[in-house]
């Protein structure tokens, strides 16, 4: 490498995050940072590191998609039989990271996750493209296979299945909904000295508290 990764940094210049500024519920602060993301066209703004821990207490990291918010939770999909599908069937906790650069902001997320109901799982299934749908069925998540011949044979044999009939959800296949106990607001600022907003669930009322950076 010609460039030592010592030297490597970026000085923050964008804003800041004043609690005047920020809603007192981190939902609403939330919706209105990721609406700023979209108006700032970043790529896949609700692209995010999920991260889970297996019975054995051995993390893993990987970036999923939120396809749901509400006041409940941010819901992601995915294969039950897949290895985050695994350790969140024995340890039922997870973190969440959005990391929009452009706007130097990361928002941390931390808490407990259920599955969402099979109505839930259903309509966001039948809303995914065609070859999504397909996609679903073709692949054993987080299986080995020998090659890449055998996802492109399982495909062919699902659209053939149903090439007259509509497909439905797979059973081992659906939604989870990160539960909040704590949602950090992190914005970059000038010499390392970020803004750090959170939000910590208490007797369920949420408590804003500035965190040092």
Same mark, same amino acid.
């Given at each position: ?8 940094? *970026?000085? /923050?210049? @964008? ?10 519920? &981190? ?8 609406? @700023? ?7 896949? &703004? +609700? ?11 051995? &993390? ?6 939120? *396809? +749901? ?5 941010? $819901?992601?999909?995915? +294969? ?5 599908? *695994?350790?969140?069937?024995? $340890? ?25 109901? &099979?109505?839930?799982?259903? @309509? /966001? ?8 749908? #397909? ?24 659209? @053939? ?6 497909? $439905? ?6 939604? /989870? ?7 950090? #607001? ?12 959170? /939000? ?14």
């Amino acid at each position: 490498m010609n460039i030592s990764l010592a030297d490597l940094r *970026k000085n /923050y210049t @964008q804003g800041g995050l004043l609690e005047v500024e920020a809603s007192l519920n &981190p939902f609403e602060q939330f919706r209105n940072w990721f609406q @700023q993301a979209l108006s700032a066209e970043i790529i896949e &703004p +609700n692209a995010m590191t999920l991260a889970t821990v297996n019975q054995k207490g051995k &993390p893993t990291a990987r970036i999923v998609l939120l *396809k +749901n918010l509400d006041d409940r939770g941010f $819901t992601f999909f995915t +294969n039950y039989e897949s290895h985050k599908g *695994k350790n969140l069937e024995t $340890t039922p906790w997870a973190s969440l990271v959005f990391w929009w650069g452009e706007l130097e902001r990361q928002v941390r997320i931390e808490g407990e996750v259920e599955k969402v109901t &099979p109505e839930e799982s259903d @309509q /966001y299934f039948c809303s995914r493209p065609i070859g999504s749908q #397909f996609g679903a069925w073709a692949s054993s998540q987080s299986q080995v296979i020998p090659n890449r011949d055998v996802l492109e044979s399982n495909l062919k044999a699902v659209m @053939q299945k149903y090439k007259d009939s509509s497909i $439905t959800r797979p059973p081992h296949w659906g939604g /989870y909904r990160v539960i909040p106990h704590i949602i950090e #607001f992190w914005q970059g600022r000038e010499n390392r000295l970020h803004d750090r907003l959170c /939000y910590r669930l208490e007797n369920n009322e949420w408590i804003r508290e500035r965190l040092a950076p």
